[in-house]
């Protein structure tokens, strides 16, 4: 055996290692590159199915905002806003997602939680309010307990609305989510922003043309002093 016979011997396991340990890491790299895609698919449809659920969480701030403006408090809360791919795959796809993306994602979870988190606060002071209610001295409820209920029960109603269009936003524009100060689409926001709060006036003024009387019937408190 020749001297260019045995470099051979000794070469080729040397080569099949390094070509098997290659195809690993390009088999890896394209494995993780499909899964991360998937990833991100999944989180643009998670979006879609958060915009369903955040109208109807809007829905039921409205209902609860007509309920105030009869000087009542709404005595239930909706289920919770559900972000579950988020929240445990979002690590995963972040690397693949350009900085608009990015800021929007975030942007859009952040509020997610903030409104779960309102809505924890909302149920507990409804609680509150309605044991209140419920003591042998109704007078226990007082106006103020009313403003606070009210105030919150705005801000909440305010945070689904930005929600609402801010998923919207960012289906309407996937590649490139751009919020940028002084951008035409930020200054649609603000308006949007300035459209809500006329809206929260609306339908506390529509509410004097509902009846306490139906909601009674599905047991909701007016407990104010001197009310119902």
Same mark, same amino acid.
Do not use: C, P
């Given at each position: 055996m020749n001297r260019v016979e045995l470099a051979e011997k000794a070469i080729l396991p040397l080569v099949s290692v390094l070509a098997g340990w290659l195809l690993a890491q390009v088999t890896g790299i394209f494995r993780d590159y499909f899964r991360n895609r998937r990833i991100r698919r999944c989180l643009i449809e998670e979006l879609k199915d958060l915009l369903l659920e955040i109208r109807r969480t809007r829905l039921f701030y409205e209902r609860a905002l007509q309920i105030y403006g009869l000087k009542g408090v709404e005595a239930s809360v909706p289920s919770r806003l559900n972000n579950y791919i988020f929240r445990n795959y979002y690590k995963d796809a972040v690397l693949g997602l350009n900085a608009n993306q990015r800021i929007s994602f975030e942007m859009i979870h952040t509020l997610v939680e903030g409104i779960n988190d309102d809505t924890n606060v909302v149920g507990k002071l409804a609680?509150?309010? *309605? =044991?209140? *209610? =419920?003591?042998? #001295?109704?007078?226990?409820? =007082?106006? #103020?307990?009313?403003?606070?209920?009210g105030s919150k029960i705005r801000a909440v109603y305010r945070n689904v609305a930005a929600a609402e269009w801010h998923v919207r936003y960012h289906l309407e524009h996937v590649r490139s989510p751009d919020l940028s100060p002084n951008t035409e689409h930020h200054k649609r926001y603000l308006a949007c922003l300035e459209s809500v709060a006329r809206e929260i006036d609306r339908i506390l003024g529509s509410a004097k043309s509902l009846r306490k009387e139906d909601f009674e019937k599905v047991g909701i408190p007016f407990p104010w002093p001197g009310e119902g």
């Open positions: 609680g509150e309010l *309605n =044991t209140k *209610n =419920t003591l042998a #001295n109704s007078s226990r409820f =007082t106006e #103020n307990d009313g403003q606070v209920w």
